[in-house]
Nanobody
Framework: QVQLVESGGGLVQAGGSLRLSCAASGRTFSNYAMGWFRQAPGKGRKFVAAISWSPGTTSYVDSVKGRFTISRDNAKSTVYLQMNSLKPEDTAVYYC??????????????????????WGQGTQVTVSS
């Protein structure tokens, strides 16, 4: 089992920044790819960003490229999502998730919520206009 706890959400004005953190406990953190997903009211859970088990390869949904940065610190068992130039359409509950490592990291594979084994409880991000 892997336990995931997100933090760092809140209310921010458009153009502002937030940094989300997700602390993991349980199994060996470096054996998992990590992803961030978000869910807006009345909508499904959507992929935001993912990072491979060794902090080298990342992938993003087009709408956040250049604004969001995913990173991880395996020594601290923590994954981060730095969000800059926030827009009202970024408003959602943000979830981190963990998926077992595969042979080769694939951005398309790790963009699917279906392959993630563990999920955090979510943290609310609200961007006002």
């Amino acid at each position: 089992q892997v336990q995931l706890v997100e933090s760092g959400g809140g209310l921010v004005q458009a153009g502002g920044s937030l940094r989300l953190s997700c602390a993991a406990s349980g199994r060996t953190f470096s054996n998992y790819a990590m992803g961030w997903f978000r869910q807006a009211p009345g909508k499904g859970r959507k992929f935001v960003a993912a990072i491979s088990w060794s902090p080298g390869t990342t992938s993003y949904v087009d709408s956040v490229k250049g604004r969001f940065t995913i990173s991880r610190d395996n020594a601290k068992s923590t994954v981060y999502l730095q969000m800059n130039s926030l827009k009202p359409e970024d408003t959602a509950v943000y979830y981190c998730a963990a998926a077992a490592r595969s042979g080769t990291y694939s951005g398309s594979y790790y963009s699917s919520p279906n392959i993630y084994d563990y999920w955090g409880q979510g943290t609310q991000v609200t961007v006002s206009s």
